[in-house]
């Protein structure tokens, strides 16, 4: 892939342009990149991109901004990052800043508390969409593990209101211990 300042100036508009129209957190921006840069742009592979959001969801700070970096990294280097972080922060530094300055009449407008309500909706519907998009792909691998674990941790923070913490550390020693017997199954059939 050559690296001119058209491919740098597209790699900035993308991030900026996803985090500018995208509301909700960065569960919502996850599958709105896969869909720009797996899809649409086919720079990188799908399961690459399931890679650097699991990198990015276990990586401290925000969602979007660690996808933003490993996808920036990974696409050109250092410069890559930083054009995405840029990407990434600026639409919500520049956002806010305007609020800011009305705050107290948008705190009591019923019309943007309707409007807040809505993207509520929409965001459910986003983060249901990247889980049924996750599980079709995972059954189509015949890795039915990930989907159990998935399945196992909706339960217990949701239903059993057991501690995130706890869950995710679980969910990482199952997948830790899947990997190891993985590869020493594989190396005792070679």
Known sequence: MKKDIKFYYKLFAATFYLSA?????????IPLMRKKFVDQYKWIEEKEMLDLTAIAQSSPGAIA???????GYRLAGVIGAMLTILGTVLPPLLILSVISLAYTQFRDSL???????GMQAGVAAVIIDV???????????????????????????????????FVILVSGIIGSMAMYYGKHIKKSGE
Do not use: W
């Open 65 to 71: 901004v660690n996808a933003a970096i490993l996808v």
């Open 111 to 117: 019309i943007v508390r309707y409007v807040l309500r």
């Open 21 to 29: 129209f995208t509301f909700g957190g960065g569960f919502v921006i």
């Open 131 to 165: 889980v049924v998009t996750m599980v079709i792909d995972l059954l189509k691998e015949r890795n039915v593990l990930p989907v159990f674990v998935m399945i196992g941790s909706f339960v217990a923070t949701f239903f059993l209101h057991i501690n995130v913490v």
